[in-house]
């Protein structure tokens, strides 16, 4: 059991604080609402590895998405939406960043 699976100290911690303390455990119960506590979804569905190309490819529909938005908004905007071209320019030098580390993976 120990050779399948041992989580970091960091993913540990995190659990552990979702638990609550060995009382709480025992009981089965939440302190406050009383209530049972949900099965916890395992760690290894919440965070599916992505590989870069997936990534490089999501920032890519985020960054359209966004730039519909701001083509969207320009119509009704009287020029004030400079932090949305600072928030567009910030997306992309991301996208470049992705590309580059996707290039590098290659």
């Known amino acids: 059991k120990d050779l399948e699976y041992t989580p970091d ?9 979702l638990r609550g303390s060995t009382t709480e455990k025992k009981a089965g119960r939440h302190p406050l609402t009383q209530s049972k506590p949900r099965s916890l979804v395992p760690y290894t569905q919440i965070h599916l590895a992505k590989d870069p190309f997936e990534k490089a490819m999501d920032l890519i529909q985020k960054a359209e998405i966004l730039s519909q ?16 071209l600072a928030r567009r320019r910030e997306l992309q030098k991301q996208h470049e960043d992705q590309k580059r580390r996707s290039k590098v993976f290659q």
């Open 9 to 17: 100290a960091a993913e540990f911690k995190l659990n552990k604080s």
């Open 69 to 84: 938005q701001e083509e969207e908004s320009a119509h009704f905007s009287d020029g004030s939406d400079d932090s949305l």
